[in-house]
T-cell receptor, first 111, second 117 residues
Framework: DAKTTQPPSMDCAEGRAANLPCNHS???????VYWYRQIHSQGPQYIIH???NNETNEMASLIITEDRKSSTLILPHATLRDTAVYYC????????????FGKGTLLTVNP | GAVVSQHPSRVICKSGTSVKIECRSL??????MFWYRQFPKQSLMLMATSNEGSKATYEQGVEKDKFLINHASLTLSTLTVTSAHPEDSSFYICSAWSDRASTDTQYFGPGTRLTVL
């Protein structure tokens, strides 16, 4: 399984864009980049995923580099409720794929 | 997105008793469910994977006789912590996967906080 590297923590001002980086230099061709977040004392929440192309949904945008060795999750207008631990996970998907959670990035959105 | 519920959200029990936690997929049928455990200030650790109608597959180091998992239907999985001890106190989270859901991902429940006195 491809390993990911994320900064342990980041700060962001409320209303500004939050850009969370993730390195996954050993990603293989059939592996997707998934992002989840976990707000304190809650279960993880799926945010977005992508294979090669940039993706956008109502929560965030995902920018994947052309060589696929890194990606950036963008929260365009961060709010206080976006304070959470963000996990970048690489896997090929499917029913029996076991997610391996690293330590993630603690994003703190400040007023 | 798909909704997964857990019950109870919080439970306190005495040492030596058994506790059952339910995980339900509310608006989709889950062919596979996963159980995780999270200790304070640590990340989620997968405990076991269960497919409907078959025995669960446990991760290395997880005692199958202590953590009983039943996945009797496509919408319900249960985790029973037998003879619980204080070291079993943790945040237990389930997730569910379905090939019929709109997105190929696992959907997580809100978690159950177990405190063993």
């Amino acid at each position: 399984d491809a390993k990911t590297t994320q900064p342990p923590s980041m700060d962001c001002a409320e209303g500004r864009a939050a850009n969370l980086p993730c390195n996954h230099s050993t990603i293989s061709g059939n592996e997707y980049v998934y992002w989840y977040r976990q707000i304190h004392s809650q279960g993880p929440q799926y945010i977005i995923h992508g294979l090669k192309n940039n993706e956008t949904n109502e929560m965030a945008s995902l920018i994947i580099t052309e060589d696929r060795k890194s990606s950036t999750l963008i929260l365009p207008h961060a709010t206080l409720r976006d304070t959470a631990v963000y996990y970048c996970i690489v896997h090929s998907g499917g029913s029996n794929y076991k997610l391996t959670f690293g330590k993630g990035t603690l994003l703190t959105v400040n007023p | 997105g798909a909704v997964v519920s857990q019950h109870p959200s919080r439970v306190i029990c005495k040492s030596g008793t058994s506790v059952k936690i339910e995980c339900r997929s509310l608006d989709f049928q889950a062919t596979t469910m996963f159980w995780y455990r999270q200790f304070p200030k640590q990340s989620l650790m997968l405990m076991a994977t269960s497919n409907e109608g078959s025995k669960a597959t446990y991760e290395q180091g997880v005692e199958k006789d202590k953590f009983l998992i039943n996945h009797a239907s496509l919408t319900l999985s249960t985790l029973t912590v037998t003879s619980a001890h204080p070291e079993d106190s943790s945040f237990y989270i389930c997730s569910a996967w379905s090939d019929r859901a709109s997105t190929d991902t696992q959907y997580f429940g809100p978690g159950t906080r177990l405190t063993v006195l």
